[in-house]
Every structure is written in C-alpha cells, then in structure tokens.
C-alpha cells in the first residue's frame, strides 16, 4: 500500500474567545491514501471549517501533526505554508472566488502567476484545462458574463493548473441549481476516475454520497468513517 498522502496524528485547534477557550478539534486522527475521494460531513460548528482551514494549510493545529505528500507541515511559518499551498493544493470555494476583472483563461492562469511560470507555458496549461471543463469557447469571457455553473468550472481548472496533491472543494455546489451542481459532480467523478485526492466538505448528502468515503464530524470529534 502505497503511503497516506494525507495524515491527521492526534491534531487538535482550540481558540482563545475574550476569556472562553473553543475546542474546534479536540484530537482528530484519520489517513487519506492518494486518489482517495473524500467527503467530510457534520452539522454546523462540528469543525468542518476548521478542519478544512487545517487541510489547506491557512492554519495551524495547536497540538499533533499535519503530513501532506510526507511533509510535516504542521508548525511551518506563513511563508513556507502559503508554498505549500501554491505547489500542492488546489482550492475550490461555494462562492468561486474568480478575480471580476480577468478573463476565464487568465483566471485560470493565476496560480501559475505566483509560481513565475513563463507566460506562453501557463497560457497553454490554461488553454488545455478550460477545454477539460467545456470551457473552450469562453476563453475570453469575464466571470459576470457566465453561469454560476460556468464560474465553478473555471474554478475547477484554476484549481487543477498546479497539479496539486490535493484538491479541497468547501460546498462546491452549494451556490448552483440542481442541474448545475449534478454537471459539476460529474467534473469531479472524472477526477476521481483519473486518480485525483478529493476532498470535499459538505453540509448535501446527495454530494457526501457522491464519494467514496465519508468522515463525520461532531463536536471537533470524528463520529465515523465511512466507505461506500
């Protein structure tokens, strides 16, 4: 068996309130393999959000360990996260978080800008993903001149154009139509079909179902880990 991509060891997140400590997490462990497609469920304040703020290292766990493709990311300093995040994570958010005034193609080409690509490479990388997600004909397009459905799309090839280790969706579909949201599931199960690691949190269970395996959270607890 090849070895966890992802690994959470005992990892805990607390918060100081004025004078109240919040255990978001309180000693969560759990290993995802490479290609792995992952949906993490939970009512609200369970710890999803902190949880994925930990998996996309924007954060820090207070105790334990964090090991992404091996690293100890755990108690990085905000530099060396933020190129952990730029080379081997990918991020696709409910509300797209497309830049208004770029085009589809450059929109997608924006991590690729961060890491100094040459200009000609990342508009190729581009061009090719826009394509992947039926985005072709768009090239030229604004987010405001586009579905909501489109806009995720964008989304997903922007996350997809570092080829990262990781890709963390956060309530993908949660801003699309019924059948929007089933288009961009089927996106997703394409990745998982090609050996992409996903990792999705959602509040749907249509979506939870959707993949492979489920981790429920209650009160920054995992209650259970489910293969489908």
């Known amino acids: 068996m090849s070895a966890p991509i992802v690994k959470f060891k005992d990892v805990t997140k607390t918060y100081q309130m004025g004078p109240v400590t919040v255990e978001a997490l309180r000693g969560v462990s759990f290993a995802i393999e490479p290609g792995e497609y992952i949906s993490i469920m939970g009512s ?10 930990l998996l996309g290292c924007l954060d820090r766990p207070t105790t334990g360990h ?3 493709g091996g690293q100890d990311v755990s108690q990085m300093d905000d530099d060396a ?10 991020f696709i958010f409910q509300s797209y978080n497309l830049i208004q ?8 080409e924006v991590p690729l800008y961060y890491q100094d690509w040459p200009e000609a490479a990342s508009r190729e990388v581009a061009h090719k993903l ?11 397009h604004k987010p405001f001149e586009l579905s909501g459905g489109q806009q995720q799309r964008v989304a997903i090839a922007r996350a997809l154009v570092n080829d990262p280790l990781v890709i ?3 309530e993908p579909t949660g801003n699309l139509d019924s059948a929007s949201g089933v288009e961009i599931l089927k996106i997703f199960d394409e990745l998982h079909a090609q050996g992409k690691t996903l990792i999705i949190v959602t ?10 395996r489920t981790l429920r959270l209650c009160d920054g607890l995992i209650e259970s880990d489910v293969r489908h």
């Open 44 to 53: 609200s304040g369970c710890g999803k959000s902190t949880l994925l703020n």
């Open 66 to 68: 964090y090991f992404l």
């Open 81 to 90: 996260l933020s190129a952990v995040r730029g080379a081997r994570l990918g």
């Open 101 to 108: 005034q770029l085009s589809v193609v450059e929109n997608i």
């Open 130 to 140: 826009a394509a992947r997600v039926g985005l072709a004909q768009r090239l030229d």
């Open 168 to 170: 963390l969706a956060d």
């Open 203 to 212: 509040h749907d269970p249509t979506v939870g179902k959707r993949a492979r």
